[in-house]
């Protein structure tokens, strides 16, 4: 994909998150809807230092957990997390404290493999991500040893 191709994408996909995606998402946690499928994550805000919550799909274990930046250091809440990498992830109703970091030589494919466990969900999940990524970089979470919020 040409350089060209990946920022329309990005900006496309950018759009479609920021106008139908988040706040559909918001609309529903506001109901008090949720879905295992998607975790809410809080950043700071790079350059305003306010509370910024983005949807995002995470697979958890015991130490953290992982999340596809799908666009790369081109996404909001990847810049933000350069700027200030506390951050706080939602599961259900429970908030984790925790510090992201980027792992740039996680295999992104195979860990977009490992997020789905059931036979049917795991090709759509990642050829969901196959189809919205431009510039994708795995992000590990590790959970702050105090108990989570």
Known sequence: MTERNTLRKFKRERMIG?????????????????TALVSELETTGAKTGLPR???V???FDDKGAWIICQHGPRAGWARNITADPRVRLRRGDRWYTGTA?????????ARARSFATGGIARPVLAWTI????????????TFSAADPD
Request: glycine share 2%; charged share 30%.
């Open 18 to 34: 920021r106008c139908i995606a988040n706040p559909t998402v918001a609309a529903l946690d506001r109901l008090g809807i949720r």
């Open 101 to 109: 970091k980027f792992v740039p030589d996680d295999d992104v494919v």
């Open 130 to 141: 196959k189809a919205l990524e431009t510039d994708p970089i795995s992000v590990r979470v």
């Open 57 to 59: 799909t995470a697979s």
């Open 53 to 55: 919550r983005v949807p």
